[in-house]
Structures are given as structure tokens and as C-alpha cells.
């Protein structure tokens, strides 16, 4: 029995209620057990009658009242503040009996009816609720502990004293209990006869499952030490590479904040420049056309919104050509590329538009005559938009190359057809623009196209390609502005008007002496010398600004043929574009080709209009979806990339998969189904990636080729079952490249033929 705690005052009272209830938990159970004779450090057990209270709103309020101590039958009462220890003016035990399973082990109408007796443990009621009804010891019943009298626990001992308490519990009681007694016993019975047979055929079965286990669990036990410690050697070496990387982390993040703050600069200083020379055409450019200074042209080109930008194209738009949506454009591409004498399948263009969709940069990858630049001109032509086929020479090794240069002595910059593509493309933005590198591969992209490459990694806006400084264009600005300022204080001296021209200048005596004194010219000769040198240098910066914004109606496409003339792709190049590599011609199933463009064709009315597509139409360039490694897709490519690729050696990280989830989202939109999406993937994105001698072991330690033919036997679980053919599939190309090592000194490469 425990003994009066030491928080009671002298006289054994509580000076407030405030001082009662900021008692310990501990301590007021302590001072209920001893007030109600009950055994310390033990849950506080009682027992009392179930009843449910109905109130208006619906809800119900369950209390177990009448409670009276388990062994001794005598009434609970609740200590009073007075005096915690005296059962003077107390009120009598209750508690609530929260929701849960408490409540479902009594029947409801046996409690509506308030005839239960039952079991419980006992445990203080929140703080609020004790305050509101000023009582620090009010109790609830503990959920899950709630008992009725007939399924008391066979090690509870509950033993009731006093004739009234028991009285009262057998009257109310005796009925359930002998009724459920009687039901127990007659199903028991039949119970016990059934699981006796049971057990016993369960115990010869146990038993040889027993001496199975054993022996199963020595095999294991051997094998999981022996996989322990080939992923203990697999941790070390993962746990070096994350230090290097997040070395080299660090340094490249030194780098890209540098490289940020140079490119942020020389914007700025592009754009200041750049507002110049908009703000001399906007205040002088009808003085300039006047003297012969600049085109009228050139001026509404370079202020653009002078003007107004209208689509010329004829045809029917999408929305109206395929009210059905995206998915539904690949039969009618079909239709129309057959048209101009082409055949492919409808599986290669869905593809081909999913990847439109992406906006990333594309490789097609084939031998000769297999129709890569050929897709691309004729899908270009069948939405109504514009194609530059750019030949790629062996000798371009810089970013000049692809962009050209300034040329500091004719002050101009000297255009190549890429760059003349690109502003042609920004002229018409309603126009979706096509831009091939054919052959991209006879010079080593990673020489040439490098730059523009870490441009295109900018997602979320527009790249800005930068083409020379803005110090010429400032020089310019200058120049033209002191000329036009001598110009037209001579025309003032000599009362010529604002609309003069520079042949009427020099044609008025008196304007032509002002024009040569305030200006230091000798003679009419220097005048017009002075005036095609300020016409050729005006009209560089006007045609060809320091900087141009990649177009958002451009798409970029690489050629490439993988033989003995051309260069490989590095990984930098291969990690940062879609590879989509087209098979000999002569392997195409034609007759099933044929039939897929007949329907198609059977499909489109026969006047139906060419289609005139917008940029808008394939979706707005945007940064790749965030890394969701719940997605089963993205979760089977990291367990590709953590149990395979990597050990291979074969990169395939974060920006690759990001990648990946926005092509198989572009996919799903252009109509393929997720298993094919997810096999595109594979071929564009891994596949291409792989090469490597197979007879050098890994960075596990394990023979790659063993690698590689556990590679193989995953995704063939991954992808048998579905509708893919799997010897078309990227199961298939990876069965042919392992094949084929044996036949190249064990050199693994997807180009290999």
C-alpha cells in the first residue's frame, strides 16, 4: 500500500484546485491508488457498469459508471479537494469511455440499455477536461482494455466481496454470462474436434518443414555472409567515390558560380549597349533612312515591335485539324510524309514527336540513305514549318565554326548558316524551324558544339547566345550620334528642313560649308567616304546584334554516321542529348508500313487542307520534372543505374533520369503507351552509352560481361508480358551488342555492326 504523497500539506489538504492539478501524473495516480486501496506500480483495474448516453447532434457518449473496487466489491469514490484522503462529501467513481475498441467489444444495445457489466483499466483524463470538470484525479477508460464481466482474462483473478455488490452484479450479469458460457461451450467443442485434426496433420508437416528449414537456413546463412561481404567491399568503394564526387562537386559548383557571374556581366553589358542602339533608331531612324545611313528594313527588323508579327502560312491549324489532341498527329505525319514519297512507321514518329515535345537537342544515329536528314525536311514540310539542312565540315574544331566571328578589320560579323538560320527562324516565330547538323559527327562535337550545348542546358528560360562584345556596337552608337548631331546643326545654320536628304545637304552651299567646318572635312570626297564607312559599320551591328535569344520555335537535330571517317560521340555529348538510331531500310516490314498509311490516309477527308502548326502546338520549353523517386519508372532506372551502369562504368545520373521522366511524359501525351516510352528510354538515353572492354573486370570486382548478361536478363523480366516484340526492343539490340563481342576481342559498343 503506498503511502500519502508528499505534495498534501500538513493537514493533508490542497490549498487550490490549481495546486491539484499541476500535481505529476504519477502522483495523482499514486494518491488515487492509495484513496481506493489499490496496489502500487499496477495499472489501476475496476470494475463498473457500461452506459451510453444519445445527444442531439447524433453523437454518443459511452461512460462506465458505478464503479467499485475488483477484489473487494466496494464502491469508488472520487477524493475531494479538502481532503484527497477522506471520502467525506466525494462523488462516485465514473469514467468516459473514449472511441475505439473499447467501445466495440459491447454490444450497443446491451449498453443503451446500461445492463453490462464490465472490466477495465483506468487512466487520467486530459489535462482540459479535468480542469473543466474540477476534478485532478477524473479518469477514462485506457482504450483497447475494456473487458465485459463474461470475457474476463483466465490469469485475472477477480474475487467480489460484500452480499449488496454481488447482488447487483449477479442480477445483471448471470443472464449474459450463462447464455455466453452456453454458446462458448457448444462451439468450443466443435472447434476443438476440428483444429485437433488439424494440429495434428499440422505438426507432421511442421515437423518436416522444420528439418527443411534447417536445412535451407545453413544455405542461406552461407549465402548472405558471402553477399554481406561483397556489399561491405561495394560500401567502401561507393562511400570514395561520394567523397571524389562531392570534391569534384564543389569545384565544379566553384566554376558554373564564376562562369554565372562572367555570362551575367557581359549580359548586362550587352543589353545596355543594345538599348543604345534601339534608342538611336527610335529617336533618329528617320534621320538615319533620310541620310542614306540605314535601310528602312533593317530598322523595323531590329525594333520589331514597330510592327506586327502575323502568321502568312495557308493551311488548317492544329486545334482545328485534330480537335482529339497531340496523340492523334502521328497518322496524319504519316499520311502526309507518304505523300512526298516516304514511308516510315507509325511507332518511329510518335517517337519522333514525343521528342519534339522534350525540346532537347536530337541525334540521329544510321548508316547512310537511311533517312535521317529525310525525316526530318519532310516532317518539317508536313506541319507547315521551315528546314535547314547544315553540312558539318571535318575541319571545324571551335564554336566559330557553328557561329562565326567578328571580323575586326571589315568591323562586321561574319555569319554562318546556322547563325542565318536561327535569325531567320526569330523573324517568323509562328513558324516551327527545323536546324540539322548533317553529318555532325565528321568534326568532333564536343569541339565546336560545346558551348552550345552547356547554352541548351538552360531550361527555364530562353539560352542567351552570346557572339562578340558589345564594344563595337557602343563605338557605333557614338559615332552616328556625333555625325547626326554636326548634320543637323548645319541643316539649322542653313535653314534646311528635318526631312532633308544627305544629297540635298551637300547640295545647299551653305549647309555643305557648315557640314565641312563643324565635321573637319576637306572636301564633298571625305564627306561620302566618312558616310559609307558609318553606312557599312551601322548596318553590321543592325543585322547582327552582340547577342542573340535561341528561338522558341527552333529545333536542333545531329546527323551522324558511326564509321571509320567520323568521330564517337563522347559521354558529355551522349549525357546531354536523345539518341534515336535508324535501321537498314531494307528491314522495315513494308507491308505492314503500307498498311498503316492506307489507313491513315482513309481516315483524312479527302480536301483536307495542309496543316499549319505553331511552336505552342508541341508544348513550351521547360525545366525537366523533379526527381520522384516513388515512381516506379524512375525507381527501376536508378536500380538500373546503382546495380549495373555504374559499376560498368557506365554514367547515367540524375540530370539522365530527370531527362528521361520528361520524354516518358512527352511520350505518354504523343500517344505511347508507358512500357514502350520506357524502352525508348533505354535505347536513347543508356544503350548508346555503352562501350567498354568486357574482359576488364568492374569496379565491383565482377567480370563486366557478367554484368552485362544480368543487365540483359533484368530488363527481359522487366519488359516479357508486355506488348512489346522483344527482340525489336532495347532487350533485343542489348542481346545483339553481347553477341557481338565475341567477334570484336570482347569490345562491347552499340555502333558495332
Known sequence: MIKP?????????????????????????????????????????????????????????????????????????????????????AVAASAFVPPGPSRKVIDHQVAASGGQWAVAELELSPVAERQKQRN????????????????????WHVAVTGLESARRISALARGQIEDYLRKLVLDEDQELARRLEENNKALDNLAASLRQAEADAEMVHAKVEAELSSHR?????????????????????????????????????MEIAYRRLEELLSEKGDRLVALGLADAEDVAALLPHLGTTEDAREGISFADALPGGFAQLAPLMQSRIAEQGLLYSQAQLRDFLALLRTRDLVVLAGDSGSGKTSLVRAAAKAIGGACTIIPVKPNWTGPEDLLGYFNPIQRSYQATPFLLALQAA???????????????????????FSDFLSLLENR??????????ADEERHVVVEQGIFLEVEAEARR??????????????????????????????????VLLHHGRLRRSLAAQMRMPTSITLPENVWIFGAVNMDETTHQLSPKVLDRVQVVRFRNPMLADWDAIEAEVQGAHESLPSDFAELRMTPEDFGVRSDYPAFDRHDANVAFLSQLSREYLDPLGVEFGLRAIRQSQGYMIAAEAAGIGPDEALDNVIKHKILPKIAFDTARPAGSGRPRRELLDELRTELTQRFVGTSLDLEASCVGDLGRMIRLTDGNNGIVNYWLR
Open 5 to 89: 504523497q508528499a505534495g498534501l500539506s500538513a493537514g493533508g489538504n490542497y490549498a487550490t484546485f490549481k495546486e491539484a492539478i499541476e500535481r505529476s501524473p504519477s502522483d495523482l495516480l499514486d494518491e488515487l491508488r492509495f484513496a481506493w486501496d489499490l496496489p502500487e506500480d499496477k495499472p489501476i483495474r475496476v470494475i463498473g457498469r457500461v452506459w451510453l448516453k444519445a445527444l442531439a447532434d447524433g453523437r454518443e457518449l459511452w461512460f462506465l459508471d458505478d464503479i467499485e473496487h475488483p477484489e473487494k466489491g466496494v464502491g469508488l469514490l472520487y477524493p475531494t479537494l479538502s481532503n484527497p484522503l477522506n471520502n467525506k462529501d
Open 136 to 155: 485532478p484525479w477524473l479518469m477514462n477508460v485506457r482504450s483497447g482494455t475494456l473487458r465485459p464481466l463474461s470475457q474476463i482474462p483466465v490469469d
Open 233 to 269: 567491399q561495394r560500401r567502401d568503394e561507393a562511400e570514395r567515390s561520394v567523397i571524389e564526387v562531392q570534391s569534384q562537386l564543389s569545384n565544379e559548383q566553384e566554376r558554373l558560380a564564376a562562369y554565372q557571374r562572367t555570362v551575367e556581366q557581359e549580359k548586362q553589358t
Open 426 to 448: 526569330a523573324r517568323n516565330p509562328l513558324v516551327p524551324h527545323f536546324i540539322c547538323l548533317d553529318e555532325m559527327n565528321l568534326a568532333r562535337v564536343e569541339h565546336y
Open 460 to 469: 527555364v528560360k530562353a539560352p542567351q547566345i552570346p557572339l562578340y562584345t
Open 493 to 526: 545654320r542653313s535653314g534646311l528642313g528635318d526631312g532633308a536628304t544627305l544629297e540635298e545637304v551637300l547640295r545647299d552651299d551653305r549647309a555643305n560649308a557648315e557640314l565641312h567646318r563643324l565635321g573637319g572635312f576637306a572636301d564633298n570626297e571625305s
